[in-house]
Structure formats: C-alpha cells, structure tokens
C-alpha cells in the first residue's frame, strides 16, 4: 500500500515539472520571435491633471506673450422700433361712418393715396355754410357798389358809405373761412359731396388701424381719431438697454454694428443718436437709442445684437493662433512648469488680430507659453 501511494506521488510531480517546463519554453520562443509588449509612450503621469511631462521639452518651443492695447467691445441687444419722427397719425377732420376702405395693416403706401373714404355730415354742413358765405358776399358787394355810386351822387353820407365797405369785407372774410373749412375737411367746393376721401401724409407702412367698415370716424364721434399710422421705416430705431457700469464706455455719435439672427452674414452700422437720462430702478439700465439706416431687411419688434467699441483703452495679450486649443468649447495654453513638464493652462480667447489670437484673460504679457499646442494635443489627450 505505501509503494504504490509513493509511486502516485512521483507521478504527480513529474507532471508538474513537465508542465512548468512547458510554459518556459513557450515564453523563450516568444520572446525569441520578436512578440513583445508595445512600449509606453514617453509621458509621465502626475497626481495633477493639467500638469505633462515630456521626454523632450526642447521638442516644444516657447514663445513669449505680446501686450496688445484695443477698446473693449460692449454687445447688447436690443429692439427695432420705429424712429418716431418718421410716424405719421392719419386723422379725418371730417366725423361720420366709414364706408369704404382702401387700405389696410402691414400694407405699403405711398403719398397721396386713397386710404378710405367717409360720410359726414360734417361736409355738408361746411357746403352749406359755404353757399351762404357766396350769397352774402355777392349781395353786399352790389350793396357796396350801389353805395359808391350814391356818395358819388352826394345822395348819402360817408359814414354810410363806410359802412357798406365794412360789410363787403366781412363777407369776403367770411367766404375765405367756409372755404378754408371745405379744403380741410376734404371736400371739392366744386363738386361737393357728403363722402370725404381720407389720403396718405406720407409714403410708409401702416404700423396701426384702429377702423373697421361702418365704423365711426373722426374727432367728435365715439370712434378712434386716429384711423390709421403711417411709419416710414427707411431708417429706424433700434433701443437697447444698457448697464449702469457700461454706459461710461459709450457716447453719442459712437459707431455700433448690428447683427440679425435672421441674417447671420449681414452687418449693418448705425450710430449712437440718445443716451437716456432716467435708469430702470429695477433692472439698472438706461434705454439706449441707435439709428440706423434701414436696407429693408430690419422689421419692427426683431432682436438685434449692437456691439459698440469701448471708448476706454483695455490692455490684453496676444499669442500666435496656434498657441491656443480649443477643447470642448473651452481654451487652453501651456505653459512651462520646469524641468520637462508644461501645465495645461486656461484663457479666455477673443478676436484673432492677424494671426495672432488676443487673450481677454488667464496670462499676462510676457508670460511664455508652448508655440505650437498640436504636437502637445495628443499627449493631453493620453493623459
């Protein structure tokens, strides 16, 4: 019985050995046919995560940040409103009922156009005031020569004479004022009619109605004096709000360019025509007015973005443009940190000036930073 549990023993070993032998020999023919683990990159790990270390940081120039002098740009937003010079009431002197319209909301007009028509009793009772204004005064014009003819005769005094001048002038005056009353209210004296036309002051857009058929027109009725408004948009307003620690940075007169979300590639300019003297108690903000010139684009109510030049001089720095990686809607440089390591830094990145990019914040001038970031990239992304 022990014989045969030594020779199991034996047995066990032997296949131990042969295996171990095995996995030996395996691992030296691999190694001798080149099958190897592929080398780590050359980049040391630190407990810092912006922080990289290269083999070769002379790979890597340096180059030295530039103080770059420029006025600030202030971006506000802001509405187009109509410039209220250019907004026109259309007002019919004459009351009555509308019945005809000509014209309506959003619709382009021109000077002189027929926007609609009203009757009113207004013009017949200025015709008849008219007619009698022409009886009278041809009745004291005859009364007046008569007279003329007797003082020349001696058959009545001066005195009376006078009198019969008076009273032609009266009705001459009273004449000029009933036709003066017709030309107002609209009405043609030579062909009179209880319908008055209502025209356009001026060539526009009608921004407001406030008439519908049949309604009720004019200053004395119950209906809306103002039947329409006429807004000529070829220049308009655009009202922006400004902050209390910005309004320092502009002044009047002052360039601002527009941009439409409605029109990414169109940039219109306009100048700074009013700074308000009152702020909104709540929000701090003083309505700022910018004019511009109105290609037929700009419609009222749009949100625009002005961006104005500060009058202030900002000192910033610059650096070549290919200093700076832009990563995940962000901006960084590398800076040296000593011996072979770079530490990611981040910036604030504005506008590229030539091919440099200027830096609003995060170095200073002079600061040396890593000339090119791409060879860097990868070793950014490895860590």
């Known amino acids: 019985m022990t014989r045969s549990r030594n020779s199991i023993t034996s047995t066990r070993l032997s296949l131990l050995l042969l295996l171990a032998s095995g996995l030996l020999l395996s691992a030296c023919k691999k190694q001798e046919s080149g099958d190897v683990a592929t080398p780590q990159l050359p980049v040391v790990t630190t407990g810092d995560m912006s922080l990289v270390s290269v083999d070769k940081p002379d790979q890597f120039p340096l180059v030295a940040a530039e103080q770059y002098d420029a006025s600030a740009e202030l971006n506000v937003t802001g509405t187009v409103t109509p410039d209220i010079a250019r907004e026109i009431p259309v007002i019919s002197l004459a009351s009555g009922r509308v019945v005809d319209i000509k014209a309506r909301l959003d ?3 021109k000077k002189g156009q027929l926007l609609l028509k009203i009757q009113s009793p207004d013009s017949t009772a200025a015709f008849d005031t ?32 006078e009198q019969a001048e008076d009273a032609e002038k009266d009705s001459q005056a009273d004449l000029k004022a009933a036709e003066e009353t017709l030309q107002t209210l609209g009405v043609d004296k030579n062909h009179p009619s209880p319908v008055v036309p209502v025209y356009a002051p001026i060539s526009g857009v009608i921004v407001q109605q406030n008439v519908t058929q049949a309604a009720a027109a004019g200053v004395t009725f119950s209906g809306s004096a103002t039947a329409f408004t006429i807004a000529d948009l070829s220049s308009v307003w655009i009202i922006c709000d400004v902050y209390e620690n910005d309004i320092p940075k502009i002044a009047l007169g002052q360039e601002a360019k527009i941009k439409l979300a409605a ?25 700022v007015r910018i004019e511009v010139p109105n290609p037929g684009i700009l419609k009222i109510g749009m949100f625009v973005t002005a961006t104005l030049e500060s009058r202030q001089q900002q000192h910033f720095t610059q650096v070549p443009a290919p200093s700076v990686l832009h990563l995940h809607d962000r901006d960084w440089v590398f800076v040296p940190a000593g011996g072979s390591k770079f530490r990611r830094v981040e910036v604030k990145a504005g506008q590229m000036v030539g091919g440099n990019q200027v830096i609003l914040s995060g170095i200073q001038s002079g600061q040396q930073v890593v000339s090119n970031v791409l060879q860097l990239e990868s070793t950014l992304e490895a860590q």
Do not use: C, F, W
């Open 263 to 287: 029109y990414p590639e169109r940039t219109l300019t306009g100048r700074v025509s009013d700074i308000g003297p009152v702020l909104d108690p709540a929000i701090r903000t003083a309505k």
């Open 130 to 161: 008219y007619l009698k204004a022409v009886n009278d005064e041809r009745m004291n014009n005859k009364q007046y020569v008569r007279s003329q003819e007797l003082y020349d005769h001696g058959a009545i005094s001066q005195g009376m004479l």
């Open 107 to 109: 619709d382009n007009v």
